[in-house]
């Protein structure tokens, strides 16, 4: 299902905003390069979402990976990766 779903998403994302499909080796996973920058896998964020829950929004996935933006009516929490 993650595998079906996640290809579907990145072809949408690609769709709108322009990109290619590469194979991420260190990760062993597809991952899209957008033509914004951005880099996302989204077959793994598909994968988390029918893992987690709704924590993990495809929707957020896919605005902020079109528009480099913070979907509307969200909160960004910032993290530290080293904590």
């Not at 322009?18 to 991420?24: K, V």
């Not at 996973?29 to 929004?57: D, F, I, Q, T």
């Amino acid at each position: 299902m993650a595998l079906a779903v996640g290809a579907y998403l990145g072809e949408l994302m690609l769709r709108s905003s322009g990109g290619r499909w590469t194979y991420c080796t260190e990760q062993n996973h597809a991952r899209l390069e957008l033509a914004n920058g951005l880099v996302g896998y989204p077959h793994g964020k598909v994968a988390k979402r029918l893992e987690h829950g709704s924590e993990h929004s495809l929707e957020a996935f896919y605005w902020y990976g079109v528009t480099r933006e913070p979907p509307p009516n969200t909160i960004v929490t910032l993290v530290n990766p080293t904590d």
